[in-house]
Structures are given as structure tokens and as C-alpha cells.
Nanobody, 121 residues
Framework: QVRLVESGGGLVQAGGSLRLPCTASARTFGSFPMGWFRQTPGKEREFVAAIDLSGRNTAYSDSVKGRFTISRDSPRNTLYLQMNTLRPEDTGVYYC??????????????WGQGTQVTVSS
């Protein structure tokens, strides 16, 4: 069973930074591209960023491009999202997942508890 644990969220002022780690099992982390998604109340979960198995290729949503950086530490089976210049509209619950393109992998359904990010204006 896939088990993902997100952490690192919190309350931050606009313009601030946060770094979110996500730990996964070695089997999951070593087999799939990975990504970050976020969800706000009343909205569907949306794509934020993705990274391939090599760690050399990344993709970002237009809303975070240039401000967020996704990376992966394979020996530690950990995915990161460095978030800079945060805006109030970045507020939401952030989740990590195996990805296929800019979507969660179609075989994936074991979402973690996510981590809450709140950006105050």
C-alpha cells in the first residue's frame, strides 16, 4: 500500500517562504514521477508541480512558476516543495502523489492527510 506523509505547512505572511517535505516508501518513490497538488475548500484538487524519476525534468502550474521549486532526494525517499514569495491565493492543503503528466497517477488513490498552508495578507 502506498503511504505518503506530507509535513512542513504552517501560517506565513505574504512574501514569506515554506518548505514542504513528503516522505514515501522506497518502492513508490523509486518507481514513479512525483508531484504536488493543493486543494482549497469548495474547489477540486489542482496540480502544482511535478518531477520525473531522474529529478532533472520538472513542470509547474502557471500560478506558481518562478516561485516554487520541486525536488526529490532519492536516498531519503523524500519529495520537497520549496515555496517562495507566497501569496494569499497559495493557501490550501498540499498533497504529494505519484504523477502521470500533470495529474495524479490513475492507479493512485491513497492520498495522505496533506499539510495546511495558510498565507496571510
Amino acid at each position: 500500500q502506498v503511504r505518503l506523509v506530507e509535513s512542513g505547512g504552517g501560517l506565513v505572511q505574504a512574501g514569506g517562504s515554506l518548505r514542504l517535505p513528503c516522505t514515501a516508501s522506497a518502492r513508490t518513490f523509486g518507481s514513479f514521477p512525483m508531484g504536488w497538488f493543493r486543494q482549497t475548500p469548495g474547489k477540486e484538487r489542482e496540480f502544482v508541480a511535478a518531477i520525473d524519476l531522474s529529478g532533472r525534468n520538472t513542470a509547474y502550474s502557471d500560478s506558481v512558476k518562478g516561485r516554487f521549486t520541486i525536488s526529490r532526494d532519492s536516498p531519503r525517499n523524500t519529495l520537497y516543495l520549496q515555496m517562495n514569495t507566497l501569496r494569499p491565493e497559495d493557501t490550501g492543503v498540499y498533497y504529494c502523489a505519484p504523477t502521470s503528466g500533470r495529474a495524479a497517477h490513475p492507479g493512485f488513490s491513497s492520498w495522505g492527510q496533506g499539510t495546511q498552508v495558510t498565507v496571510s495578507s
